[in-house]
């Protein structure tokens, strides 16, 4: 067994020879950092010395710096070399700069990052002699920070996306609420209908039979009998009454008899005002028009925006005592631009869309803001009994969502309400054609 | 002879509500310028009105057998009885829906239930004055 030992001075020379090389090669491929020391005279370098280790972090050999005394300088990347001259300067001047992480390009032709950290060396008098610089490869930690950079700025990019989606969620469940509110709503205004539509045709005729027998009593009742005559009377006024209850009732169901026309809200505003004229004059209350005269047309059931402007003209008129002002606007513009009204309110009718609006505002004490949400639910009144039957309001929205409008309701300072009616204003080019016909 | 102004004009009140046709009747003639003949079979109702001869007919909507538009189709197809005017009676519209259509359904006037006796008289005043 001895004599199979074979110790190392036993080996031949040039196998050692070819080991040791090998075993180099193998640290010098596994270092990442070397030395460097640059000799200072009189503040001046003078001359560089790159330790053994450079190559494997820039390519070059010592022999190579040496020889080419500026090759240093020449392998510093163009954009980072003021900074690194500016190092030198520091440290020429007996400074202690911080580490400078730059990049170079290798011999190969790759781009490295190292980050150089310089430590001066001073005579006993404090003059520098030399400084020696630890050059450290930084680049995978470089690529790694770049990557993390990347990484970290497509993690912003989804945030920011992740924020805009959650946005537009929160936005489109807000959007789905009031839509199933409106819903509900409709279902409501649809099942109140129906049932109105089954029973009005019913309760009309009986009503036309005492409606009847009252004319007829009236005038046959003994003279002098007051009592009689009053209570005739108060029978006619529930007649009535009922009648508007079902009238209202009638007009929640009414919606397959739409007669659209091209038409001027204006002219239906005034209609509309001629017809109130007698509450208004009995109600002592002024009216201030303030219609624009160049107001697009818009495509109504007449009729039916009529009855719109009346129930919102009698639900001013029985909200303001004697001196009250009914106020009545008119105007076109492009819904969000022009006239603003909240999302909610502005449904089906699209930011930006053309429309004409109509306003009528009073000078009552307003609604409390508690009620507000309910004024269009049937049957929903804030009047005295036999005032009001709570279906006027009702009847409004109905209209306004099958013309496709938009209706609002707000209260104003001092006092008082403004309802906005929103209608699509006719395409000027249908306008012109048809002026043309 | 009496003058033609004195003439009562016949009206004829078709409504399959008893009690309206009976106080229309109560009312119209309590004026001396009416006399109304009610009917409320609407089947009958064109036998009654050649016998009849009026020169109005107040017509109920809705009703059993034969509606309203229907009746005033054979009424207007019959040569005896195409001039005499038609004034529908309905609870199938409200008062504003006159308004909106000019008072007029397929271009015979309408009254809305419940009317009042005044209404009555002006729309029948209007039609017969010619």
Redesign the interface.
């Known amino acids: 067994m001895n004599a199979e030992i074979i110790t190392q001075a036993e080996r031949p020379a040039d196998e050692a020879t070819l080991e040791s090389e090998h075993r180099y090669k193998r640290l010098l491929a596994s270092v990442t950092d070397y030395v460097y020391t640059v000799m200072v005279e009189a503040g001046r370098a003078v001359a560089t010395l790159h330790g053994p280790g450079c190559e494997a972090v820039t390519g070059y050999t010592s022999e190579e710096f040496e020889t080419d005394q500026a090759l240093w300088y020449r392998m510093i990347r163009e954009e980072d070399r003021p900074a690194v001259l500016e190092q030198a300067e520091h440290i020429l001047r007996g400074e202690e700069p911080p580490p400078l992480e730059h990049r170079i390009i290798h011999k190969n032709g790759t781009e490295r990052w190292i980050r150089n950290t310089t430590v001066p060396r001073k005579d006993a008098q404090g003059r520098l002699t030399a400084y020696d610089g630890l050059v450290y490869d930084i680049t995978e930690r470089k690529r790694a920070e770049e990557r993390l950079t990347r990484a970290h700025a497509r993690l912003k990019a989804n945030d920011a996306a992740l924020k805009r989606t959650l946005e537009q969620l929160k936005g489109a469940n807000q959007q789905l609420k009031e839509t199933q509110l409106e819903l509900i709503q409709a279902a409501r205004l649809e099942s109140v209908g129906a049932l109105a539509a089954g029973v009005?045709?019913e309760v009309?005729?009986p009503?036309?039979?005492?409606?009847?027998?009252l004319?007829?009593l009236v005038?046959n009742c003994p003279a002098g009998n007051e009592n009689l005559r009053s209570v005739l009377s108060d029978m006619r006024d529930a007649?009535m009454r009922a009648?508007t209850i079902i009238?209202g009732l009638?007009?929640l169901s009414?919606h397959t008899?739409f007669?659209m026309k091209t038409e001027d809200l204006n002219a239906a505003v005034r209609r509309a005002l001629r017809l109130v004229h007698a509450q208004v004059v009995a109600g002592k209350v002024s009216v201030v028009r303030k219609l624009d005269a160049h107001l697009p047309r818009v495509r109504v059931?007449?009729?039916?925006i009529?009855?719109v402007f009346?129930n919102l003209f009698m639900n001013a008129l029985q909200a303001m005592s004697p001196g009250g002002v009914l106020t009545v606007t008119t105007r076109a513009g492009r819904l969000g631009e022009d006239l603003t009204l909240s999302d909610a309110a502005c449904r089906p009718l699209k930011r930006g869309e053309r429309v004409v609006a109509a306003q009528v505002q009073d000078t009552g004490t307003g609604i409390a803001p508690a009620n507000l949400p309910k004024v269009f639910d049937p049957f929903f009144t804030t009047k005295p009994v036999g005032v009001g039957t709570g279906l006027g309001l009702s009847v409004v929205k109905k209209i306004a969502d099958l013309h496709g409008g938009a209706i609002d309701i707000q209260n104003v300072a001092p006092g008082g309400v403004v309802v906005t009616l929103v209608l699509r204003a006719e395409p000027e080019e249908m306008l012109s054609s048809a002026k043309g016909v | 002879m009496k003058p033609m102004n004195t003439e009562k004009k016949r009206i004829l009140v078709v409504d399959d509500e008893a009690s309206i046709t009976r106080l229309l009747k109560l009312n119209l003639e309590q004026t001396n310028e009416y006399e109304v003949r009610p009917e409320n079979d609407a089947l009958a109702a064109v036998a009654a009105a050649e016998e009849f001869k009026p020169h109005l007919i107040l017509l109920d909507v809705m009703m059993p057998g034969l509606d309203g538009g229907e009746l005033a189709a054979r009424f207007q197809a019959n040569p005896k009885l195409k001039s005499v005017p038609i004034v529908f009676l309905t609870a199938a519209a409200t008062k504003g829906e006159v308004y909106a259509r000019g008072g007029k359904v397929g271009g015979l006037p309408f009254l809305a239930k419940p009317v009042e006796l005044s209404e009555v008289v002006a729309c029948l005043k209007r039609l017969l004055s010619g």
Do not use: F, S
Not at chain 1, 207 to 213: A, D, E
Not at chain 1, 301 to 304: L, M, R, T
């Open positions: 009005a045709h009309k005729n009503l036309q039979t005492i409606l009847m027998g004319d007829y005038p007649v009648n009238r009638l007009q009414a008899d007669e059931d007449v009729g039916k009529e009855q009346i």
